[in-house]
């Protein structure tokens, strides 16, 4: 792949999904507190290289492949949730579901840090090979991807490891 032709932007945003990807691959490296505070810095920036994206037209049939397997997901967020252990719940108030329910709903960091993983993860070894057209359309894609699910999900993930890292008494109920 030739990044010269690739904007500044996508080249950054591919970064920092490198950078994501493999500090998650390496969970357990870290120690809770470590991991929180490294997930504090990279989840902003990664919301904000993606904002950054220029809007990209794609094939209206363009079909973004998975390469992450099921197992390897499964094995993230089980390994993530080892690491946070009873942190790893939390108070959802942004599910659609919330609106209709009379009892709190709980998510989980460790689901929601895996979900951005798979966006991200497929994105770098989309990317990785690829032509310079077929890396606009992949990152074109998981830009599409991240305006419709899993920038939520990083907002989401991002207020409940605010809370662990600066109110730890508060994120459990």
């Known amino acids: 792949m030739s990044n010269s032709k690739l904007s500044p932007n996508s080249v950054a945003f591919i970064a920092m999904s490198v950078e994501y990807c493999h500090a998650l691959e390496n969970v357990l490296d870290f120690e809770k507190e470590e991991f929180v505070a490294k997930m504090l810095k990279l989840l902003p920036r990664i919301y904000m290289s993606a904002t950054d994206i220029a809007e990209n037209q794609f094939e209206e049939n363009y079909y973004a492949e998975s390469y992450l397997e099921e197992d390897c997901y499964d094995a993230l967020r ?49 990317v990785k090979d690829a032509t310079t057209e077929a890396a606009n359309e992949v990152i074109a894609n998981c830009k599409a991807d991240f305006e419709t699910y899993w920038g939520q999900t ?20």
């Open 78 to 126: 089980e390994n993530i949730a080892r690491l946070l252990a009873e942190d790893d719940i939390y108070l959802e108030v942004f599910m659609d579901d919330m609106k209709y329910s009379d009892t709190p709903l709980s998510s989980s960091i460790s689901e929601n840090l895996a979900d951005i993983y798979q966006a991200l993860y497929n994105l770098v070894a989309g």
């Open 154 to 173: 990083l907002c989401n993930v991002l207020r409940a490891l605010h809370s662990l890292r600066f109110n730890p008494d508060k994120i459990n109920y």
